[in-house]
């Protein structure tokens, strides 16, 4: 951090990850409450809140799934203390029922949904683009560029959602969420609720709206009589909502010098990529950024004017596309357009990507990117399950249990990693493990079916599934692999540790009693490291005429290793025979040296593979 | 014409530490009241795969560096310094630690790690010079083996516009005080390295 007194005023700088900035941003504004389930790349918004927070009465909660965490957060803004709702993009899927009817009834202090998208798919199943979202819900996007932006936006969208009594969504992409940059800080705000305000409200001693819930069913009570209005006022907001951003800070216009030229319309960190190509090409182009959704007519259609050839630059989906064409059908219908079919729909961006294609536009030579290394060279290197997982001892005995015809739908966590076991047979979405069995065994497949979710998993969206499977009779085996964290995305604590986003102490819920609660016949609990009481557990899940639950609990390696538990050590004997079965088991601790195996420094003791090894040539070293 | 005063790209597994070494820089470039930005990798691609994170010093561009203007490729595992080797600028400066990790894939023998001269060989023809060195065996004579990207760290120091006293300055924030010794002591072994 460095502190710079510049005209008087005091600014500090710091290299900030952009979910960091976001954080900061959130405190700035004075954010009261907030709520998310993790999600890569969004968890560590609410990670840095709770390191920044200091003594500020904020609540910050990890929620049991995004939906939850949206309406907790919409009741505080009803409450009003401004909000925010954290979570990816997939996960406004799962959030997107109070999503859309929370844009009717308006918000009481500020309310925030920060949607983070991942182009490629960096850590997702889909890259689907959450400005589609807010254009469908009728809502304000808007799309940062860099940490600083994203912070500054952060700030802004209270006030914007306070002045349209609208909720607003931030929608950083990863190379936003999970860069760094250098970025000014503002100082952190202390209050929780509405700075100022008029009329009867009632007041805190120093002037602010006190917090509480108000009764106005007109407003709250989505009724048919109520929505109806409610959907006219919300069309009726859209125009000053673009007038409002219009001139916001992050839509800059730069028209060329040369009228009848070429340009660029960019959004969010598309327009980064495409300004570092305009300024390394020296190229005399109009170039209109954009940060906000609506998107500014009037700027787009001065652009449009003013060229004959106009690029549209942007991630994923044609947004802005789309209302450039329709503008330009208006103001300029000669104007040629670059767009979707130029430029990639799928996939992110790179700065070379843009520079090639603004490149083609102009006319100037591309730059070829340098080869990769020959393919053949270099090993694989994907991620996998760690060494000592208890994933992969699970699901090693629930394969040797259910055999290899059974059918293995699997979920979303570490586990779906282990798609090279042969036990993860689909991936759909948070929780559909369980009813996608349960689907598969109605729609006519009669082998065994074993399906396998992890427990922040199950807590989220798996419930509801278990419950639907032993109401409708499914006759399948559930299994919670419970590593009792939600691992992948950082380890986050869940209803299952009895722990608070804050490291409060809260009790602790029972998946076994939670499991018997919802209907499951038969529920047992194992121990995946004890390999033997492992199997027998799952014959006797597959045996049991309805709906079993098995429960294959052991922590996460890296949450032990961390915690600095001993560890036992293994070696393999004389009596290796290279049969290799030890190697097939797949941990990254087994090595084959010469026609035999061993066991190197990233074991971690679990002695899974000593069960294992038929030779009994794995052993543990005795001090 | 240059964007960047200098573009870095780090590379190696996940868990060795690729992100420190990013966030010591970024910090000593704020100390250096330079504007810098980067890229890193979260989420999935931790568990023991391949890394990879951007840092360009002197920019408020993009946080990625384009393939084939890299400065410097900087890599904590000589097979993945291949790997992301387009990112080299031709005129760029490779720095490998040399001491491999095992992917699964080779562990389980679905396929073959290369020599280590080849890795090096075909490193030094896409770039001006390719610096090979034992990183894991010069942090443990430091004190330990974890501290192989704060040797590393050391190394890249003599080919950044940034001073070394702000890059200890940023090193002494990010690291625990009780590692701080032992890390001081292997960023001067990776410096003398390349001196």
Redesign the interface.
Known sequence: ??N?ITKGRFFV???L?GNAAIARGLLEAGVGLAAGYPG??SS?IIESLVDLKGDRPVHIEWSVNEKVALEVAAGACWAKTRAVATMKHVGLNVAADPFMTLAYLGVGAGLLIISADDPYC??SQNEQDSRRYAQFAGIPCLDPR?PQEAKDMTAFAFELSERFDIPVMLRPTT?VS?????VALEPLADARVLPGGTGSQAKTHDGRIAPGFERDPARRVALPIHARPLHTRLLAKQQKIEEALQDAPWNRLRLAVEADGRGIIASG?AG??A??AI??L?ADLSFLALGCYPLPTKKIEALLRHVREVMIIEELEPVVQEQVERIAAQVNPSVKIWGKGFIPREGEF???LV?NAISRMIGLKE?S?????PPG??????????PGCGHRAAYYAMRKAFGKDAVFPSDIG?YT?AVNMGTVDTCLCMGASITLASGIRFGGEDRPICCSLGDSTFLHGGMTGLLNAAYNKARITVTILDNSTTA???HQPHPGTGFTATGEPTVRVSLEELARALGAGLVETVDPYDLQATLECFRRAKEFSGLSVVIARQPCVIKSRKSGKARRTFRVSGDCIGC?TC??F?C?A???REEKAAV?ALCTGCGVCAQICPSSAIEEVRI | MRTSECDLVIVGVGGQGVILISDVIGQAAVLAEKPVCGAETHGMAQRGGSVINHTRIGCSYSPQVAAGSADLLVALEPAEALRFSHYLSPTGVALVNTRPVLPVTVTTGQAAYPPLEELIERLGQRCRKAIAMDATLLAERAGTAQAMNVVMLGSLSRFIPLPEELILEALSKVVPPRFLEANRKAFALGKAEVE
Request: charged share 25%.
């Open positions: 951090m460095i710079i700088r710091e290299y990850l890569t790349p560590e960096h850590s860099n190379r999970h860069s760094r940059s250098d960190l980064l990529y300004e570092e300024e390394k020296g790179d700065p070379l520079r730059t990117a340098p080869t990769c290394a060279i270099l090993p694989p290197r994907p991620p996998a399950l760690c570490c990693m992948m995305t950082g290799g190697v097939k797949g990254p087994i090595e084959f190197n």
